[in-house]
């Protein structure tokens, strides 16, 4: 089938604001976005820049506003969006070129949350025994793939670009409720400071934009519900996030 | 131009990069260069697990796991590395334990595993339950943890720097550095150390169908290659048997690992008849024949170049029952769809949103697809690169993971391996590494360092033809996949040979659409064309020049292995005038001498 893909375009060594070029393209019903830049970069215009790698949405690369929605352009069917298909670069960055931002700020915001384990007692010969349940707790935040879909779909992140945004809090969750790990206060109160959870309006848009379908809402609520407790508790049913 | 000075350069940010860098670190000024963002990098898409005999599930010893990996390799693999590998695994996944990867665990709380191809109870010949795991996304958390402990760590990163060449110091064959391209800029920067270890993976996009990220083009092993650095075992390229049909996209082997099954158009469980003992979970290269076996014998479902791979639970439980499995507590082994959705729930997405399929209500098309390097940059145990048949090291140069050849995988890799081989000689290579730029400073840089990177570039800038690369790669990867796939030909492979040339001589007169400098991906995937074509035209010269079978090396004209003659790894040097040159080393065998391959 044929279709339409309008793409904002911005190359800063000879435009001077974004503009929209459209291409057309022949392509399977079932191919991805990706497949349709691809056939753009290669066969017609090669000065189109889009970052991606390994296009089965597992490498976070390809994040992309793709007829108004947050998705990974590897994920997505050309099927699913009709003959027109629009295509501009995520929102709240700095456009590089074309569909290249800087994600730099990003990442500063993911480093902040303290992303690692620490315990500082000395490891026993085996590993630190862990029993399902408690591996379960933090299951759904350990798929984050940190390809920013979740935080560049939020309106508080786009009203003040200093809150840390969904994907940092997905990461602290990761380890604020991993039985192994000793830092969950600290990481805690990161989150407690004015750029912290108490940011997010409960919008939800964040999980509708997540490509690996995390209940980025409910981590949200389970850190604030730890923050009001003070204790890392029990997971939260599902009714019980709003 | 910028120049930098370091102690130590790592290329490449997946999990040998990393796991390098955590260890390198400790010896001095350390930095990671990656074209992409590290956690983009390929280990993230492995999926199934990372082998060790922790004996977690049900009895197992890392000699078991020495013996599987050696007669997986048919027999090719250096067995001094084999044996140093399986018995450091134990150790090394208890520290990514403590690390904080999240593995799945078992009701005790101690680390899952489950069974994959060609890891056995060497008493019974059984599967043994020998991969640890965190769901489906094994590769995802190791990458992820790795990540997280530089970032903790403060290791310096380069994020999305295209390293173009290795810098040699000719006098004293040193090693003086590389010459990276940082793609935001276009700007060429020189780092200056007495230490480079490539990590930059593998290159499965020479051929049509693949499991690998667009990446993986063989950066770091074609430009050592081009500086004179010989290339060990070229001819062995893995095809994974179960790819989504023309997409593919990799489904785990541990689909199989939970049971589920590959049917032919009969509905015939086939593998029964290729390996009677393990069945589907048989070495790669024995299943993706089989599957070829039974596509050319018009057995493909409709007739096609495809087989089902069956994950139903009624289909699984079917055969669990007429093989009486068991759990370990001695219970009747039976799946549930919430079972399969817990352990395999990417997996099952995948086939969802590709093929529109549910593999849990549905059987799923699959043909084999180009996966993995049992060959690359040849190095020692501790990941020094050797450069002939003396294994003479070459000081400052190193290689892990899928870019080098230790050799731990030989003629054929087993599933998980690759990932303990990332993180066992991704750590000794680091540690080594530390070592040397503790005792050595850097020699001086070369006259011109970016002479030749800028000479590349200018001409695939500026050049007098009109040849698109991108179309000369895709007809690569179409010939490759015909001529230089699962089964090869003397004459299938001169074909390739012929065309390839034909490729290089058009690769003269390409020229690139985009002349900007920053994020200029045109430019760089034009560079790209050139690597997978030097890679290319290895990997042809060495499959034609060995007359046997041998692992993922099939030769029609010479179906069996002969180890008289072949059991020996080949060498490819590159001459001055860019002709391949073949030698050949001995295999290493401590204990296990080559006997009939069975499963």
Redesign the interface.
Known sequence: MEVRIRIQRYNPEVDEKPHWEEYTVEVEPTDRVIDALHQIKWFQDGTLAVRRSCLHGICGSDALVINGRNRLACKTLVRDLGKVITVAPLRGFRVIKDLVVDMEPFFRKFRSVMPYLVNDERPPAHERLQSPEERARFDDTTKCILCAACTTACPSFWADSRYVGPAAIVQAHRFIFDSRDQAWRERLQILNENTGVWRCRNVFNCVEACPRDINVNKAIAEVRQALITGSRGLPLEDDEVH | MQKHEYDGIIVGAGGAGLMAALHASRGGRVAVLSK??P????T??AQGGISAALGNMEPDKPEWHAFDTVKGSDYLADQDAVELMCSLAPEI??EL????L??????????AQRRFGGHTNNETGKPVMRACH??D?TG??IL??LY??C??QGVEFFDEFQVMDLLLDEKERRVAGVVAYEI?TGELHVFHAQAVLFATGGWGRVWEVTSN???LTGDGTALVWRRGIPLEDMEFFQFHPTGIYK?G?LLTEGMRGEGAVLLNDQGERFMERYAPTVKDLASRDVVSRAIYLEIREGRGIGGKNYVYLDLRPETINKYFEKEGAKWPDGSPRRVTKEYLLEKLG?TI??CR????IDPLEEPVPVQPTAHYAMGGIPTNVHAEVVVDVQNTVFPGLYAAGECACVSVHGANRLGTNSLLDLVVFGKLGGQRMAQFIRQNDPPPLPPNPTARVEEELERLRNGRGKE?P??IR?ELRRVMMANVGVFRTRELLEGAREKIRELRERYRRAR???P???????LLEAWEVGNMLDIAEVTTVAALARTESRGAHSREDFPERDDENWLKHSLAYRRDDGAIELDYKPVVITKWQPKARVY
């Not at chain 2, 999240?102 to 680390?111: A, M, Q, S």
């Not at chain 2, 949103?353 to 529109?356: A, E």
């Open positions: 992409l963002y956690t983009r990098s390929h993230g898409a996944i208890i334990e403590h690390l904080g999240p593995f799945d665990r078992t009701p005790e709380g101690k680390i965190a769901a996304r995802h958390m992820q943890t997280q402990q970032i903790k935001a990220a667009t990446s997409l996209i990417d997405g995948f949103t590709y093929l529109g698109n991108a179309e895709e690139v659409m985009d900007g400098r920053i994020f200029n991906q045109d």
